[in-house]
């Protein structure tokens, strides 16, 4: 290749992040005080990883999911959110660009499990209600379970199975980018691999960016590309596990390296994150 024709190739575009957030600063007031939660704190996530972030109790990882989903706005800096700001998103209505999963699920109780699917769609007011219900079905299947439970309430159904229907919610209007929050928190050992065997299957056949806030360390280690860990009111550290766990730093040795963090960390020695 001649100077001349290299000088005419056009550089590949790189693609936006999907979450950046920039010199964040989150306070709150509290009894006529100020409580900093976070302070200059930055994080960029990619299109197709799945995030995983750690930190201690208050400091405020269900706080930054939140303002990735544009329900609360930080004191200074900026949360952009798939090439927007995330504040936009939450007066647009950010169920057809970003699903959420909360941790308890959130089912509305009233509905049946079929109309809490549907219940964004619905929210729209454009579509008819026999493709609003045709949607709602493929998602209840999507996410492996049988149309015979799409009249059950949430009273009858399992925990597994309510994680499986907000799944399903979250994923009603195929948003590129899901926020998870807790998602194996309250399942049994059993239920909490087939779930993140489900979340694992799904990142892949979607296409989805993930964004998950976990405390339990199985899911994150099988689940995480990448993992970053909040504290000192900002991301210390974000890479793989290995990565992480290298870093020097009291809560990531609390949190990794103590008996329970040696347990889990044995998944390391025997596979590497399937996604």
């Given at each position: 290749?001649?100077?001349?024709t290299?000088?005419?190739?056009?550089?590949?575009?790189?693609?936006?992040p999907?979450?950046?957030?920039?010199?964040?600063?989150?306070?709150?007031?509290?009894?006529?005080?100020?409580?900093?939660i976070?302070?200059?704190?930055?994080?960029?996530?990619?299109?197709?990883?799945?995030?995983?972030?750690?930190?201690g109790?208050?400091?405020?990882?269900t706080?930054?999911?939140?303002?990735m989903?544009?329900?609360?706005?930080?004191?200074?800096?900026?949360?952009?959110?798939?090439?927007?700001?995330?504040?936009?998103?939450?007066?647009?209505?950010?169920?057809?660009?970003?699903?959420?999963l909360?941790?308890?699920?959130?089912l509305?109780?009233?509905?049946?499990?079929l109309?809490?699917?549907?219940?964004?769609?619905?929210?729209?007011?454009?579509?008819?209600r026999?493709?609003?219900?045709?949607?709602a079905?493929?998602?209840?299947?999507?996410?492996?379970?049988?149309?015979?439970?799409?009249h059950?309430?949430?009273?009858?159904l399992?925990?597994?199975m309510?994680?499986?229907?907000a799944?399903?919610?979250?994923?009603?209007?195929?948003?590129?980018?899901?926020?998870?929050?807790?998602?194996?928190?309250?399942?049994?050992?059993?239920?909490?691999?087939?779930?993140c065997r489900?979340?694992?299957s799904?990142?892949?056949?979607?296409g989805?960016?993930?964004?998950?806030?976990?405390?339990?360390?199985?899911?994150?280690?099988?689940?995480?590309?990448?993992i970053?860990?909040?504290?000192e009111?900002?991301?210390?550290?974000?890479g793989?596990?290995?990565?992480?766990m290298?870093?020097?730093?009291?809560?990531?040795?609390?949190?990794?390296?103590?008996?329970?963090?040696?347990?889990?960390?044995?998944l390391?020695?025997?596979?590497?994150?399937k996604?």
């Amino acid at each position: 290749m001649t100077p001349e024709t290299a000088s005419t190739i056009t550089p590949a575009k790189v693609a936006a992040p999907v979450v950046q957030i920039d010199k964040l600063w989150s306070i709150f007031h509290t009894t006529g005080r100020e409580a900093v939660i976070h302070q200059d704190l930055d994080l960029t996530i990619s299109q197709g990883e799945m995030m995983s972030i750690v930190g201690g109790s208050g400091s405020g990882k269900t706080v930054l999911l939140r303002q990735m989903l544009g329900l609360e706005t930080p004191a200074r800096g900026q949360v952009t959110v798939l090439g927007e700001p995330a504040s936009q998103l939450g007066r647009e209505g950010a169920a057809s660009r970003v699903g959420m999963l909360f941790q308890h699920g959130a089912l509305f109780s009233a509905f049946t499990v079929l109309e809490n699917i549907g219940f964004p769609l619905r929210e729209l007011g454009t579509l008819p209600r026999d493709l609003i219900h045709d949607v709602a079905m493929v998602k209840l299947q999507m996410v492996g379970l049988d149309p015979s439970q799409a009249h059950k309430m949430p009273s009858d159904l399992s925990g597994g199975m309510v994680k499986r229907v907000a799944l399903a919610r979250a994923l009603v209007m195929d948003p590129p980018l899901l926020l998870l929050d807790e998602p194996t928190a309250g399942l049994d050992p059993d239920s909490a691999d087939e779930f993140c065997r489900l979340l694992r299957s799904l990142h892949q056949e979607l296409g989805l960016t993930v964004v998950m806030v976990t405390h339990d360390l199985d899911t994150l280690f099988e689940l995480s590309t990448r993992i970053a860990v909040v504290a000192e009111k900002k991301v210390i550290v974000s890479g793989t596990a290995r990565e992480v766990m290298a870093y020097p730093h009291p809560f990531i040795r609390d949190f990794f390296l103590g008996e329970r963090g040696q347990r889990a960390t044995a998944l390391l020695s025997e596979t590497t994150p399937k996604v």
